[in-house]
């Protein structure tokens, strides 16, 4: 309809002047709810309204509402955004920059409501469940065509993806797939929707997963590069440093097991068989849609500050790259190949343990997206909240840019993280750090990740899925301080530091010389920014259940001025304890408990790979051999350590064990 422009501007200036007034009666309300505290407090409830002016009696309904208020108040007092307790259903990450900052010396505090439980949430909750198959127990639900996800929770808990286990002997890999040779898997050939089905390989220390293209009679095409990534290099699906599972995943006609699920996207469909006498009508069934929940970052120049994340769930995300045609090439702890590289004609045997342009590809390597991202942040901290049902990353601290949805990653400093529970997450608990070069070596003195501090949290049970990853991470960092954590339940490792086999310390190496990583890139004269490091009074248990590669505390690279110390070790397979990995040098492993390991303390050295200059130290060890290269040239140092018979432990180990994990006062309130 033709209006006058006279009229139009008139109705336009009275719709600013109604909403300029409206806006000032929020702030205005907004301040007045800050109580004696002086903070300006915003409250939001997933039964409030966004016309609401955000105090307790009148909260707003959407954290972008929040968010816009908040920006409005950081400037003139701190601000404290609280969310009373229920479910928020998230459409969208919720995104914090610079902008949204604590602005002139004023803090931003998003928290829970005290006494309440709020949950950020990624999912779609599944209804509409109907019997499909009563023989069989099978159910089926409508999701909106075109809906994807990797993982499926049933009142809280993760359900299994359909999936068989088959022998590595019932296929033979080739160069573009696999050579059905069991002929009870002919069927295969006759599946629907074949491009959905995926092959995972779990290894010596790496967990890969490759899509299938098509099934022709015994010939298996797979997905590429997914196929060639996942088939060469080292500990690859092809030869295996030490055998492992291998699996044929994500088929309907894969449904035998109760609590396994299948989704068809094009159908619109959610296949569930349920347990015997179960049906999940009467369940609470959630199916993460969303890759991230939060995701705090500004610019180098402009880097968000200033911000508290406290006492908040955060739950249900996914993360769909595995079942793309890049898959998931995994290198180790959350790494993988992200495009084509060029490979040998003969990559099938010549590069099975490595080969130059392998090395090429070194420096492209990815990482594991977090659901909680933090990258160009300072005075950061997470205290409180929990971390759980997510299908990646808990969460990521200045990882490399390819894992940070703003596309700009490291910059971390000055970031605390106590308190927090990680349980039931497809990837690791925590990670920060990243490893392409300019995370060791950075173009911009920016970029260095600092002063992380990650203390008295509980992670357990992570890396159900991506189980090639440590609980808790940190690559390249200045001054992570690493203590009073409690980590258990583990397919890998517990806590792992540092990065890069000390290809990129000052010299080089000469394995990567030989190897030929340095056509591709610099031998770096200085030092990585991987120093400084604490990692003292952890409680670390029930680690490697399914790699017998790593350690249960790892350390790779060298690492000067770092301490390992007062650490609590049991309960790991009868592996390796106390690993330092190649390049390890400058590091102080002292006053450690280690029970029941096959090797209480190990260097991977030899003559080439500068595995040196560390110390082990009046530890203590009740069982497992001493396998620590000392002397010419590693100049690594055994001093004072002890082997105790059985139980015996001496008063000053039994205080390191008591001492070790969560402090007294301090345990999470998900964990108490």
């Known amino acids: 309809m033709y209006r006058q422009p006279g009229r139009a501007l008139a109705a336009l200036t009275a719709a600013l002047t109604a909403f300029t007034a409206f806006t000032g009666a929020m702030l205005s309300a907004a301040h007045a709810d800050a109580g004696a505290a002086g903070a300006a407090r915003i409250v939001v409830s997933p039964g409030g309204s966004d016309r609401n002016v955000g105090t307790a009696d009148r909260p707003v309904a959407t954290l972008a509402r929040a968010r816009q208020l908040a920006r409005s108040l950081s400037g003139t007092s701190d601000v404290v955004v609280e969310l009373t307790g229920g479910t928020y259903r998230l459409t969208e990450p919720l995104r914090l920059t610079g902008a949204d900052s604590g602005q002139g010396g004023h803090t931003v505090t998003w928290r829970g409501r005290p006494g309440q439980t709020p949950v950020l949430s990624g999912a779609l909750r599944v209804t509409g469940w109907k019997v499909h198959d009563a023989a069989a127990n099978i159910y089926a639900a409508p999701v909106p065509k075109g809906t994807d996800s990797r993982q499926l929770y049933v009142d809280g808990a993760g359900a299994p993806r359909a999936s068989i286990t088959i022998s590595r002997n019932d296929v033979q890999v080739t160069r573009t797939g696999m050579t059905i040779v069991n002929p009870n898997l002919k069927y295969l050939a006759s599946l629907p929707r074949q491009n959905r089905i995926e092959v995972e390989s779990q290894t010596s220390f790496t967990d890969r997963y490759a899509p299938v293209q098509s099934i022709d009679g015994t010939t298996i095409t797979m997905q590429q590069p997914a196929w060639n990534n996942n ?36 159908a619109g469909q959610l296949y569930y068989k349920a347990p015997a006498g179960k049906n999940p009508a009467d369940s609470d069934v959630e199916l993460p849609q969303l890759t991230s929940l939060m995701q705090i970052g500004g610019t180098y120049d402009n880097p968000a500050h200033d911000i508290t994340v406290q006492n908040i769930r955060f739950e249900y995300s996914t993360w769909l790259q595995p079942g793309t045609s890049t898959g998931y090439a995994d290198q180790q702890n959350g790494t993988f190949l992200a495009a084509t590289h060029q490979q040998p004609n003969d990559f099938l045997t010549s590069c099975q343990s490595g080969c130059p342009l392998f090395e090429a590809a070194r420096n492209s390597w990815h990482q594991i997206p977090a659901a909680v991202q933090v990258s160009a942040a300072r005075g950061i901290t997470f205290t409180g909240n929990t971390f759980t049902h997510l299908g990646q990353v808990g969460l990521g601290i200045g990882n490399d840019a390819n894992a940070h949805a703003s596309g700009v990653g490291l910059g971390a400093s000055d970031i605390t993280v106590q308190r927090n529970t990680f349980t039931d997450d497809a990837g690791a608990g925590i990670v920060a750090g990243g490893v392409q070069p300019d995370a060791h070596h950075p173009s911009n003195p920016a970029m260095v990740d600092k002063d992380i501090t990650i203390k008295n949290n509980l992670v357990t049970r992570v890396a159900q899925d991506y189980k090639d990853m440590s609980g808790i991470l940190t690559t390249y960092v200045t001054h992570a301080v690493i203590e009073h954590n409690e980590v258990s339940d583990l397919a890998y490792d517990g806590i792992d530091v540092g990065w890069g086999w000390g290809a990129n310390d000052p010299g080089g190496s000469t394995d990567y010389r030989n190897r030929g990583l340095y056509n591709y890139q610099p031998v770096y004269s200085t030092p990585t920014t991987l120093s400084d490091n604490s990692v003292r009074y952890n409680l670390i248990h029930g680690t490697k259940k399914v790699f017998h590669d790593g350690g249960s505390l790892y350390n790779l690279s060298a690492s000067a001025r770092t301490v390992i110390e007062g650490n609590y070790i049991y309960d790991n397979r009868n592996t390796v304890g106390l690993y330092l990995d190649e390049g390890s040098r400058y590091v102080t492993l002292s006053h450690n408990v280690i029970r029941d390991s096959g090797v209480w303390a190990f260097t991977n050295a030899s003559p080439t790979n500068n595995t040196n200059d560390s110390t082990f130290s009046e530890n203590w060890y009740n069982s497992g051999a001493t396998q620590v290269a000392t002397g010419s040239p590693h100049n690594n140092v055994l001093r004072g350590n002890v082997q105790v018979s059985g139980g015996n432990w001496p008063t000053a180990a039994r205080e390191v064990m008591d001492r070790a994990g969560i402090e007294p006062g301090q345990r999470p309130p998900a964990a108490r």
Do not use: E, H, V
Request: glycine content about 12%; cysteine-free; charged content about 15%.
């Open 231 to 266: 088939n060469w290099g080292y500990d690859t699906l092809a030869k295996p440093f030490a055998g492992g599972t291998l699996m044929l995943q994500n088929s309907y006609s894969f449904l035998k097991t109760a609590g396994q699920w299948y989704l068809d996207p094009d």
